[in-house]
């Protein structure tokens, strides 16, 4: 089991550029959801998905789209990158509503 | 409102001498309450959960209903220990996962 894997490790970006972070899971999870870690800001949900085809805004969504189209990937993408989102991004997965989320080893995002 | 609260940022002790990490929440429902770890350039892995009521490395941590809280301890800290140390709150009814801002631990040598 790979678990869950973030594609790519780094990336700086141009304010005004696009770009998807990628996400795959093979743990068969339901749920999965994407953070942004912020010094002295914890870890913030952008969005997340119950399953195939459903998701749901998380409490800073604004600037990124995602879909879930297999259980298995859950992209984010960022429409038209702003120095504001500057961050590093986790991508998790959990099979239940109470149960264990397991991480993903992050992308460390620059936006000039 | 639901909310995790970690009031110190940065934690400072001796090798040898008792951590305890505070952690208190806000949730009118029944919580599921976690610790996770975060060692250096490594993923946010689980390190507890109050269900299971273990100890994993030393560490332990107990949910005091009465006071919302659930605060982790070790009665002597290691070198290793040295992370960041986010606690968080599963909400019954839906999937979201509510972290509190971390507190750094910096076990002194």
């Known amino acids: 089991n790979a678990g869950v894997t973030q594609t790519p490790k780094f990336q700086v970006l141009k304010t005004g550029q696009s770009m998807t972070l990628q996400c795959a899971q093979d743990?068969?999870?339901?749920?999965m959801s994407w953070y942004r870690q912020d010094p002295g800001m914890g870890l913030r949900l952008i969005h997340y998905?119950?399953?195939?085809?459903?998701?749901d805004q998380g409490e800073v969504p604004n600037g990124y789209n995602v879909s879930r189209s297999t259980t298995e990937d859950f992209p984010l993408r960022l429409l038209s990158a702003a120095p504001s989102q500057t961050s590093v991004y986790f991508c998790a997965s959990r099979g239940g509503r109470g149960g264990e989320q397991f991480f993903g080893p992050g992308t460390r995002l620059t936006v000039l | 409102a639901q909310r995790v609260t970690q009031p110190e940022k940065l934690l400072s002790v001796f090798k040898g001498a008792p951590v305890e990490l505070k952690c208190n929440y806000s949730y009118s429902g029944s919580p599921e309450l976690f610790w996770y770890v975060q060692y250096s350039r490594q993923r946010l892995q689980l390190l507890l959960r109050h269900i299971s009521r273990e100890s994993i490395k030393g560490f332990t941590a107990d949910l005091n209903k009465g006071e919302t809280s659930f605060h982790l301890k070790k009665p002597f800290a290691q070198e290793e220990d040295s992370a960041m140390y986010y606690c968080?709150?599963?909400?019954?009814?839906?999937?979201?996962?509510?972290f509190g801002t971390g507190t750094r631990l910096k076990v002194l040598a």
């Open positions: 968080a709150l599963a909400t019954s009814g839906t999937y979201k996962y509510i």
């Open positions: 743990m068969n999870h339901e749920y």
């Open positions: 998905s119950v399953g195939a085809g459903i998701t």
